[in-house]
Nanobody, 115 residues
Framework: QVQLVESGGGLVQPGGSLRLSCAASGFTFSLYTMSWYRRAPGKERELVAVVTSTGVRTNYADSVKGRFTISRDNAKNTIYLQMNSLKPEDTAVYYC????????WGQGTQVTVSS
């Protein structure tokens, strides 16, 4: 059974940091490109960051460049999203996504940036 389980979301003040994790199981994690997406209230789903299967290459949305870092640990079947200098506009549900031939999605974790 395929599972992507996100954790690490919560409430943080502007300027703060959070680290999201996504634990994968049920598929060959090391073969999959992994991504973080987010959906803010009333907005379309947005691609936040991508990491290739080996972890060598990453890419980011312009809105998070320089503030967010995606990484993966293939030994632990886990990806991470380190989020620094958080802004209120980063408030969203963050989803973990796996892609090779097929797509898998996690259930999402809420991130709220507010004072």
């Amino acid at each position: 059974q395929v599972q992507l389980v996100e954790s690490g979301g919560g409430l943080v003040q502007p300027g703060g940091s959070l680290r999201l994790s996504c634990a994968a199981s049920g598929f060959t994690f090391s073969l999959y490109t992994m991504s973080w997406y987010r959906r803010a209230p009333g907005k379309e789903r947005e691609l936040v960051a991508v990491v290739t299967s080996t972890g060598v290459r990453t890419n980011y949305a312009d809105s998070v460049k320089g503030r967010f870092t995606i990484s993966r640990d293939n030994a632990k079947n886990t990806i991470y999203l380190q989020m620094n200098s958080l802004k209120p506009e980063d408030t969203a549900v963050y989803y973990c996504h796996a892609f090779a031939v097929v797509n898998y999605w996690g259930q999402g974790t809420q991130v709220t940036v507010s004072s």
